[in-house]
């Protein structure tokens, strides 16, 4: 069972970036999935969430519809598109399975991704 | 701020027990779960606890979770070195304007 994020990077203020999650192990179309991060230095903050069939999505209100969760199942990935990009959002950016028994109980994480927005 | 409350850090000597509150509202701990993370530094988080008290396959029983209301505990009894890290409680909040999740400012726990 494996998350591996990837499409973290160095961007400016106003840019956008995609972030995925590779999964594996598992059947990842029977899973809802989030992703969290972690400002360096600071805790976790949760940042999105959609469930198996994408029928439920959630996000942050601190984000102002700026970041947009998906899936492919068929791929079984998870995507984080950023747009308009702000300083506050350079973190540690983390994708985690929910466990299948208990809502918001994240019981697989990947090692993450870093986001650095900087001019 | 977190909506969520924990006290920014805690510590005891091993073999020594130590408790993590964690306060929240009505709308979140009182109304939902509670979950537990524990973060070794440099590490992804780790489920340590869920559903307010179970302790997912591998954990210890020396960590144990509870919740009374609007506020939830994390024990550790017999306390070890490698227990030192950052502890996050967690809990979905149900704010009609927007649902989504919380965690805590989180913990750090000193082992002496």
């Known amino acids: 069972v494996q998350l591996v994020e990837s499409g973290g990077g160095l961007v400016k203020p106003g840019g956008s970036l995609r972030l995925s999650c590779a999964a594996s192990g598992f059947t990842f179309s029977t899973y809802s999935m989030h992703w969290v991060r972690q400002a360096p230095g600071m805790g976790l903050e949760w940042v999105s969430s959609?469930?198996?069939?994408?029928?439920?999505?959630f996000y942050a209100d601190s984000l102002k519809g700026r970041f947009t969760i998906s899936r492919d199942n068929a791929k079984n990935s998870l995507y984080l598109q950023m747009d308009s990009l702000r300083a506050e959002d350079t973190a540690l950016y983390y994708c985690a399975r929910e466990l299948s028994t208990a809502h918001y109980a994240m019981d697989v994480w990947g090692q993450g991704t870093t986001v650095t927005v900087s001019s | 701020q977190s909506v969520l409350t924990q006290p920014p850090s805690a510590s005891g000597t091993p073999g020594q027990r130590v408790t993590i509150s964690c306060s929240g509202s009505?709308?979140?701990?009182?109304?939902?779960?509670v979950y537990w993370y524990q973060q070794l530094p440099g590490t992804a988080p780790k489920l340590l606890i869920y559903r307010d008290n179970q302790r997912p396959s591998g954990v210890p029983d020396r960590f144990s979770g509870s919740k009374s209301g609007t506020s939830a505990s994390l024990a550790i009894s017999g306390l070890r070195s490698e227990d030192e890290a950052d502890y996050y409680c967690a809990a979905w909040d149900d704010t009609l304007s927007r649902p989504g999740g919380l965690f805590g400012g989180g913990t750090k726990l000193t082992v002496l």
């Open positions: 009505n709308s979140n701990i009182g109304n939902n779960y």
């Open positions: 959609i469930s198996a069939g994408s029928s439920y999505i």
